[in-house]
């Protein structure tokens, strides 16, 4: 009987805007799977897609006392989940928005202090060189600041090579121990 009331598109709004749960009920299993099966269409996502007809039919509902529908119901449905569809999309894109600036600003700030942390690394490191002794300090500059092999540096220097690798083993040790620290 209710059904047969419902063909006529005046009673049906005038039962929802009076809250009549079984006008309702008419639309919502009238045009539920339908309606879910266009947005699923659209968006590619079944389980977006039930959100959405579900927000459509809540947001139907809430607006039904005010309900001014010029063409029929299904238009108007399915207008309606579009939007709520598009609305979604588009605070999507700003969230994402957002996320990108967060992680541009996070690496922007990470590479600031990496490079604040590397010059001060480079610091210590040049006072620690300035500390070893002579000898030590000029085989290591040979060797790591000029690419000398330990055999060019013992002909330079006119020690063994052995020397050389005892002062580089030194100097390496040491510089390692400052950094360790830090």
């Not at 809250?19 to 996502?45: D, M, P, Q, S």
């Not at 202090?113 to 500390?131: G, R, V």
């Not at 600041?145 to 330990?150: R, W």
């Not at 052995?162 to 030194?170: D, I, N, P, R």
């Amino acid at each position: 009987m209710e059904e047969s009331k419902y063909q006529d598109k005046e009673l049906l709004l005038i039962d929802l805007r009076e809250g009549v749960r079984t006008a309702f009920t008419y639309v919502f299993n009238t045009y539920f799977h339908e309606l879910k099966g266009y947005i699923a269409t659209i968006c590619g996502n079944n389980t977006m897609a039930q959100e959405i007809v579900q927000q459509t039919f809540i947001k139907f509902w809430t607006k039904r006392k005010n309900l001014v529908i010029k063409g029929c119901i299904k238009r108007y449905l399915f207008k309606m989940a579009y939007n709520l569809y598009r609305d979604q999309q588009k605070q999507k894109v700003r969230e994402l928005q957002i996320i990108k600036e967060i992680q541009y600003r996070a690496t922007l700030e990470f590479i600031e202090n990496n490079q604040s942390d590397t010059e001060q690394k480079i610091a210590l490191l040049n006072q620690e060189i300035d500390k070893l002794p002579k000898k030590c300090r000029t085989v290591f500059l040979l060797g790591k600041k000029e690419g000398l092999k330990y055999q060019e540096i013992a002909e330079r220097l006119n020690i063994s090579t052995k020397t050389v690798e005892v002062h580089m083993s030194k100097a390496l040790s040491r510089l390692r121990n400052v950094l360790h620290h830090y």
